[in-house]
């Protein structure tokens, strides 16, 4: 075996030293392109919105639904002004500023064949949001927000009217609301469903609700893209269409996302659910299958799967070793609540890439990496029947997702605008 490694390496001894240098180096750039190159193939990109998706419907005056109107959007008249500029000669602009905002609060909801499920989450949603931010009236303007002299309680969960006046906004900041619902390939009624209930609103409410409807299935983390591209409120929430968080927790986020802002008015507020770990409210609610014992207990049974456990332990570990310190230091990344300051929007929005599962992982990454603060906030939520997510195969998909992201960004085939 000696022998034969010895006559292997025998060309190598002969070899004159910058030969050798110059076969190294050649191999390794070549294994260098060669991963790069795999990368680039494996890394996704997102699909380039169609012109028919950058428009909204939603319900007018008189009750009916409107013709397809035009989205503005923020993303565009930036790269207009950028454009503009580098036309002009000047290659220096860095400007991300936004155009002030035209509400307070905007809300993204993305919605995949939700037409069981959406209007609960919207009805909850509207109840707060008029409440919190919508037209003041003359007896109950207090700091420019709206605060309902009659009507606001606390609860069990904590006191609504301190929340309330914690989020208080500043004289100068905009008042009301919209709701965006991005229908993302839904093949059901989820946007007919969207409509009616914004009809039901009234005609003082309804076109506060706006419904995008994508042509083609873009998974949730492109439709919360695509909506936050198009929102005009000063602060933008998503949530999910199940209404799994608590809605009147937006008024913790707003509360801490104020806290932490920047100078430039930057900030991210995560809703966590990690304080709720080990508890019955994210524990799987199943019925037995059995039609016996369905008749003897009459009632759910309680288990917690050790699949998702071990998933969950899994999927944080992954985080840790391929993720930077601030977003590995967050210990709920996928909880479906999440609040932006306007000001913050331009550094995230147009550099996202993943439109699966693992988005929220890449905005909280863009985020660090643009040094915006980021604080985590505990919320309620409870499990809700119907997701369409697949435990094992959905999370082996995100942490693959997770791996391919990571280099994406390390390598450089990902890169900012």
Known sequence: MAEYLQRA??????????????FFATTILGIALLIYLAIFILAPFPRVALKSEKTFRTVDANGETTQARPLPCWQDAIKAR??????????SDTDVGMEPPEVFMSLVVPAYNEQERISIMLTEAVAYLQQAYGKASPTSEVNGVVHRQNGIKSSAHGNASS???????????????????????STDKTAETALEFARDLGSELSQSVRVVS????????????????????????????????????????????KKVEDAQGRSVAVGSRAHLVGSEAVVKVYDPPCKVLISYLR????????IRQFLMHSFHFLLRVLTPPATSAIRDTQCGFKLFSRASLPYIIPHMHSEGWIFDVEM???????????????????????SKLNVLWDSLGMAWGLAVLRAGWAVGVYARW
Not at 9 to 22: K, N
Not at 82 to 91: L, M, P, S, V
Not at 214 to 233: C, D, E, I, Q, Y
Not at 364 to 386: D, N
């Open 364 to 386: 909280l990454m863009l985020a660090e990496s643009a040094k915006i603060p980021v604080v985590e906030v505990p919320i309620a939520w409870q499990e809700v029947g119907g």
């Open 299 to 306: 009632k759910p049974i309680l288990q917690r799967s050790f």
């Open 9 to 22: 390496f025998e060309p190598f001894q002969r070899a004159p030293l910058p030969l050798l240098l110059s």
């Open 82 to 91: 950028r454009k503009e500029a580098q036309d002009n000669g000047d290659f």
């Open 214 to 257: 994508l042509r083609v299935n873009k998974g949730k983390g492109g439709a919360v893209t695509h909506g936050m591209r198009h929102v005009r409120g000063q602060y933008a929430i998503f949530a999910d269409a199940d209404g799994a968080s608590r809605f009147e927790d937006l008024g913790k986020l707003l509360t801490a996302s």
């Open 163 to 185: 929340n309330l006046q914690d989020e208080a906004a500043k004289p100068s900041d905009p008042t009301g609301w919209e709701i965006l619902i991005v229908s993302d390939g």
